[in-house]
C-alpha cells in the first residue's frame, strides 16, 4: 500500500481519523493513538515484502540505540564523539543510495531518506544540549509517524513533542481539525487535479508541436509544474492528516513561482528541507569555518556554505549524476545571489524598482525551471547518450 496514492490508503485514513476526532473532541491526549496507527500503517506499507519490513525495524532499532547513546554520552565524563554516532546513523542511508546503483534489490525501506534527516537532527539536538527529556514512545513516534513517513516534510523533534505533551482543549482541537480538513482538500485537489493535468500538458503537448526546442520546453515546464502540484499536494495533505491527529506538521510550500530571487524561492520550496539544511549544515559549517577563519570574509564562507549545502541536497536525492549536477547548480545560483546582493551597487541602487524586481522574477524563473530540467533528466543524461 503506498501513502497518499492508493485508494486503500485514505479509506484506511478515514476510521484512523475519525478515532482521533471522537477522541480530540472528548479532550483525551492522542500521542499514544497516534503512535499506534502509524505502527499499524506502516506495517501495511511494509508487509508485502517482510525483508524492508525487518529492515525498517532494524533501522528504528538502532537508531533508538544511538539516541539512546547519544543521552548517556551527554551527561558522562568521557563524551562519545558525536561525529561517530551521526556518521552511524546516516551510514544506513549512504549505503542504500550507492547500492541501489548496483541492483535495484539492496536492502532499503521507503522513507529511509526522510526519517535519517530527523534522527539525525535528533542526535545533533542532545549534543547541543536541547533534548534530554524524551521518552522512547516519543522518539519513536517522531521517527514513525505516518503522515509524513514516506515523503516529508521533515518535522522538528522539539515542536512534535511539545505537541504531544500539550493537552489540548476541545475547541483547540477542532481548531486544528477543521485547519487540517481544509489543507487536506487542497492537497487532494493539488496531487488529482493539478499534478494530472501538469502530467497531461508534459506528455501530450510536445507532441503537438513537434519534438524540437520548443517541445523541449514545454516539456520540461509541464515536469516542474507536475513537481510542485504533486509534491504540494503530498505535503499539504500530511499536513492535514497531521492536524486532525494533534500534530501540527510543519508548511512545505509557499507559492515558490512569485520568488524574485533563488533565495527567495528556497524559502518557499520544500521549506522543510531548505531550513534543515539551512540549520543543520550550512549554520555549522559558517560557524566552523569563522571561528578557524577558513576564509577571509563572511561572504566567501556563506557562498561556500551554499555550495556544500546544495550539493547534499542533490546527492540526498540520489547518487546520480543528474542530482550531482543539480545540487551544484543551485549551490552556484544561491552563492551567485548572494554574492551579488551584498557586493553589487547596482542591485542595491535598484532592488525596489519594479522593472528590476520584474525582470529578476524572470531570470528566476528560467533558472528554476532549467533546475527542474536537470533534476528530471532532460539535460545530462541525454547530452552521455
Not at 47 to 73: E, H, K, M, Q
Not at 80 to 101: D, E, F, M, S, T
Amino acid at each position: 500500500m503506498d501513502f497518499f496514492v492508493e485508494p486503500a490508503f485514505f479509506v484506511l485514513c478515514l476510521p484512523i481519523v475519525a478515532v482521533a476526532f471522537l477522541l480530540g473532541i472528548l479532550g483525551r491526549p492522542l500521542g499514544r493513538y497516534a503512535l499506534g496507527a502509524s505502527i499499524l500503517m506502516l506495517f501495511l506499507l511494509f508487509f508485502r515484502t517482510p525483508a524492508t519490513l525487518i529492515y525498517a525495524v532494524a533501522y528504528l532499532v538502532v537508531s533508538l540505540g544511538l539516541y539512546r547513546l547519544a543521552l548517556a554520552s551527554s551527561n558522562a565524563k568521557i563524551k562519545l564523539p558525536n561525529a561517530l554516532l551521526v556518521a552511524v546513523q546516516i551510514l544506513p542511508l549512504v549505503a542504500y543510495k550507492v547500492g541501489v546503483l548496483i541492483t535495484p534489490d539492496f536492502p532499503g525501506f521507503l522513507g529511509i531518506s526522510y526519517i535519517t534527516f530527523k534522527a539525525t537532527q535528533v542526535l545533533l539536538e542532545v549534543h547541543d544540549g536541547l533534548i534530554d527529556d524524551m521518552t522512547t514512545l516519543e522518539y519513536l513516534g517522531f521517527l514513525c509517524f505516518f503522515p509524513t513517513f514516506t515523503s516529508g516534510p521533515i518535522q522538528r523533534s522539539r515542536t512534535f513533542v511539545q505537541d504531544l505533551r500539550a493537552p489540548l482543549t476541545r475547541d483547540a482541537y477542532l481548531e486544528r481539525f477543521y485547519r487540517g480538513a481544509g489543507w487536506f482538500v487542497v492537497g487532494a485537489l493539488y496531487k488529482f487535479v493539478g499534478a494530472a493535468i501538469a502530467q497531461w500538458f508534459m506528455w501530450f503537448m510536445p507532441a503537438a508541436v513537434g519534438h524540437g526546442a520548443l517541445g523541449w520546453l514545454i516539456e520540461v515546464l509541464g515536469y516542474g509544474l507536475y513537481l510542485f502540484f504533486d509534491f504540494a499536494g503530498y505535503s499539504d495533505m500530511a499536513m492535514g492528516l497531521g492536524l486532525a491527529l494533534g500534530i501540527e506538521v510543519p508548511r512545505n510550500f509557499r507559492a515558490p513561482f512569485v520568488a524574485t530571487d533563488i533565495k527567495e524561492f528556497w524559502d518557499r520550496w520544500h521549506i522543510s528541507l531548505s531550513t534543515w539544511l539551512r540549520d543543520f549544515v550550512f549554520m555549522r559549517f559558517s560557524q566552523f569555518a569563522l571561528s578557524r577563519k577558513l576564509f577571509k570574509s563572511r561572504v566567501t564562507t556563506a557562498c561556500v556554505g551554499f555550495m556544500i549545502n546544495m550539493t547534499l541536497m542533490g546527492l540526498w536525492h540520489g547518487i546520480t549524476l543528474d542530482y550531482f549536477v543539480y545540487g551544484i547548480y543551485h549551490g552556484l545560483l544561491l552563492a551567485g545571489c548572494h554574492y551579488m546582493q551584498k557586493k553589487w551597487k547596482f542591485y542595491k541602487q535598484h532592488r525596489r524598482d519594479r522593472w528590476f524586481r520584474v525582470t529578476s522574477w524572470a531570470v528566476t524563473m528560467v533558472a528554476v525551471f532549467f533546475g527542474f530540467a536537470l533534476f528530471g533528466g532532460y539535460v545530462i543524461s541525454p547530452l552521455l547518450g
